[in-house]
């Protein structure tokens, strides 16, 4: 049984940062990818960034240049940096790991306000 378990969310002011982690129960090379996503209050859960077992990282569009997916593979453990944070942020973030099958985390709130 794989397992994810998410930390680091939380309440935030607009500009201000977080940083995600997923410790991941099993050793990171045996998915081809990791990444997070998140899903806010009525819309569908979407892709937020993404590293790959070669290490090569794909973002959403809206959050280039502000958020850094990195992994600790040691930890067997990723983050997401997430800085210049916006209300548009606020969501419940997911981590997720691809093999043959598609393990998620329970989860973890982030709530960017003012």
């Known amino acids: 049984q794989v397992q994810l378990v998410e930390s680091g969310g939380g309440l935030v002011q607009p500009g201000g940062s977080l940083r995600l982690s997923c410790a991941v129960s099993?050793?990171?090379?045996?998915?081809?990818?990791t990444g997070w996503y998140r899903q806010a209050p009525g819309k569908q859960r979407e892709l937020v960034a993404i590293i790959t077992r070669e290490g090569n990282t794909n973002y959403a569009d809206s959050v280039k240049g502000r958020f850094t997916i990195s992994r600790d593979n040691a930890k067997n453990t990723v983050y997401l940096q997430m800085n210049s944070l916006n209300t548009e942020d606020t969501a419940v973030y997911y981590c997720?790991?691809?093999?043959?099958?598609?393990?998620w985390g329970q989860g973890t709130q982030v709530t960017v306000s003012s």
């Open positions: 997720n790991a691809k093999s043959t099958a598609n393990y």
């Open positions: 099993r050793t990171i090379f045996n998915f081809y990818a």
